[in-house]
C-alpha cells in the first residue's frame, strides 16, 4: 500500500508562494521533506506533520475510495490519504532608504517649522520680563517726581 507526504510552502497568511512538493512512498517507509529558499521571504516554522518521518497509511471513506478508483485507475485502489507538511514564511520588509523622505519625516519637518527651536521661547519670555521691569522702574520715577 501507497501513502502520499505533502510540503506545502506558504507565508503566514496562507498565500502559496511555491508549488507544493508530492512524495508517493510505500506506507512504513521514511520519508523527508524540505524547506526551500524563496527569495523575499525568511523561514519561520512549520506545522501541520514533522518535516521527517514514517509514512502513514490513512483511512479513506468508501465513497471516496470508489471517486478515486474511478478517476485515476489502480493507482487510486493503492494510495492511501497523506500527511501533509507546511513550511510557513514571513515577507522579509524592504530597508529603508535614508535619501528618501519617509512619513515621519515629513511629519516632523513640518512640525519643526512652526514650533520655536530651543531657547528661543525662554528669550522671549526674558524679554517680556525685562520690558515690564524697565516700565515699572519708569512708572515709579516719574510716580516719585509728581
Known sequence: QMGQVTANYQDDKGNKLADSEVQVLKVGSTYKTEQKKIAGYKFVKTTGDPVTGKVKAVAVGASTQK???????????????????????????????????????????????????????????????????????????????A
Do not use: C, H
Not at 532608504?97 to 519617509?102: C, N, S
Not at 519670555?125 to 524697565?134: A, F, N
Open 67 to 145: 471517486a478515486k478508483m474511478k478517476a485515476e485507475a489502480m493507482e487510486a485502489a493503492t494510495t492511501t490519504g497523506g500527511q501533509t507538511v507546511n513550511y510557513i514564511y514571513s515577507k522579509i520588509p524592504a530597508p529603508v532608504d535614508p535619501d528618501k523622505p519617509t512619513t515621519i519625516t515629513t511629519i516632523t519637518k513640518t512640525i519643526t517649522k512652526y514650533l520655536p527651536k530651543t531657547g528661543e521661547q525662554q528669550l522671549a519670555v526674558l524679554g517680556i520680563v525685562g520690558v515690564l521691569v524697565l516700565a515699572t522702574a519708569a512708572y515709579l520715577k516719574f510716580r516719585k517726581k
